[in-house]
């Protein structure tokens, strides 16, 4: 075995053994020791006014089995591509309007009048509680 590839096989142990040591990280002795794992929350980014928040605040939509409407992904088990939006009628209202559903579905003739249809009953819902909350006096 010739001086260069001693070390090269050198060099290729020393990033293995480096690599194991990032992996059993308690064992290693010079790096600190994390005790606490902390729970990474997913992240999506809003197609209506394009904030990321964390995944549980967003609607997921996506296209159906035809390819050709946009479904309202409640459980979000829905298979392809999906997109996401606040459930706020001004974010889906700026998703329509801008077609960024289709966009970020790559399907630029889909049918969004379920994601619409979403936008008014939540414009309905957001009314009836500000009627309620003002207790129908005026």
């Not at 075995?1 to 690599?19: G, K, N, P």
């Not at 606490?36 to 296209?63: F, I, K, M």
């Amino acid at each position: 075995m010739t001086q260069v590839s001693q070390r090269r096989l050198s060099a290729r142990f020393a990033a293995t053994v480096e690599s194991l040591c990032i992996l059993a990280e308690p064992t290693c002795p010079g790096r600190p020791q994390t005790t606490s794992v902390r729970a990474v929350t997913p992240e999506r980014t809003c197609v209506g006014c394009r904030a990321t928040a964390p995944q549980d605040q967003l609607v997921r939509v996506a296209l159906d089995s035809s390819g050709l409407v946009v479904v309202v992904d409640e459980q979000r088990r829905t298979p392809g591509r999906g997109a996401y939006v606040h459930r706020d009628p001004r974010c889906i209202t700026q998703a329509v309007k801008r077609n960024a559903a289709q966009r970020a579905l790559r399907a630029p003739r889909a049918d969004v009048s379920a994601l619409s249809a979403l936008g008014s009953a939540l414009s309905a819902e957001e009314a009836a509680l500000c009627e309620k909350g003002s207790g129908g006096v005026e």
